[in-house]
């Protein structure tokens, strides 16, 4: 079974920092099988990046995905007050099907 | 547009069975390429995946789930469903319905489950 690590726990930073998100895997992932969501309090999860890099529908430009292997990075690149999240990266194994959560990064807006 | 809403119980015994269902609008839930799931959220913790019924028709579930889970599909309804058996206090969680592809694109709002006495 993969297991997603994610790194910082907390971050917190000013509204137009950038913002590096970090997900390791313990085995290699498929870059078409990482995703990364964001949930804000009492919300669903949503979407952000699939196919580690690919930017879902309606997600704006300043969030990009990168990374390969067992290393992906979420990037914010202008954090706004708006982005205060929990952000959890996921990944997809297909044999057995299976989906693993990271246990997130909560992002905090100063 | 897609939508999933979850509905049942909310409030289910120990050792009881906890049960669900996704009305899906916007979509067949018997269209090819499309499969569903179901995803949980203890109070507080992260997100785990319970199972999914894949467009091919068959059912896969989280290993540390799959003694207890059954998720099935109603065509006629348009709905998939979750079964939970056996249910502790372990099992209290806001359970989401999704739509699946390598990733899970659309949601569910999410229903509160409490397993209480």
């Known amino acids: 079974e993969i297991v997603l690590t994610q790194s910082p726990g907390t971050l917190s930073l000013s509204p137009g920092e950038r913002a590096a998100l970090s997900c390791r895997a313990s085995?290699?992932?498929?870059?078409?099988?990482l995703a990364w969501y964001q949930q804000k309090p009492g919300q669903a999860p949503r979407l952000l990046i699939y196919?580690?890099?690919s930017r879902a529908t309606g997600i704006p430009d300043r969030f990009s995905g990168s990374g390969s292997g067992t290393d992906f990075t979420l990037t914010i690149s202008r954090l706004e007050p708006e982005d205060c999240a929990v952000y959890y990266c996921?990944?997809?194994?297909?044999?057995?099907?299976?989906?693993?959560f990271g246990p997130g990064t909560k992002v905090h807006i100063k | 547009q897609l939508q999933l809403q979850e509905s049942g119980p909310r409030l289910v015994k120990p050792s009881e069975t906890l049960s669900l269902t996704c009305t899906v609008s916007?979509?067949?839930?018997?269209?090819?390429?499309?499969?569903w799931a179901w995803i949980r959220q203890p109070p507080g913790e992260g997100l785990e995946w319970i199972g999914s019924?894949?467009?091919?028709?068959?059912?896969y579930y989280n290993p540390s789930l799959r003694s207890r889970v059954t998720i099935s599909v109603d065509t006629s309804k348009n709905q998939f469903s979750l079964k939970l058996i056996s249910v502790t206090a372990a099992d209290t969680a806001v359970y989401y319905c999704?739509?699946?592809?390598?990733?899970?694109?659309?949601w569910g709002l999410g229903s509160l489950v409490t397993v209480s006495s």
């Open positions: 019924m894949f467009y091919s028709g068959s059912a």
């Open positions: 085995q290699s992932v498929r870059s078409a099988y």
């Open positions: 196919g580690a890099s």
């Open positions: 999704a739509r699946q592809e390598s990733e899970f694109d659309y």
């Open positions: 916007g979509d067949s839930v018997s269209s090819r390429g499309s499969s």
């Open positions: 996921q990944q997809y194994g297909d044999s057995p099907p299976r989906f693993t």
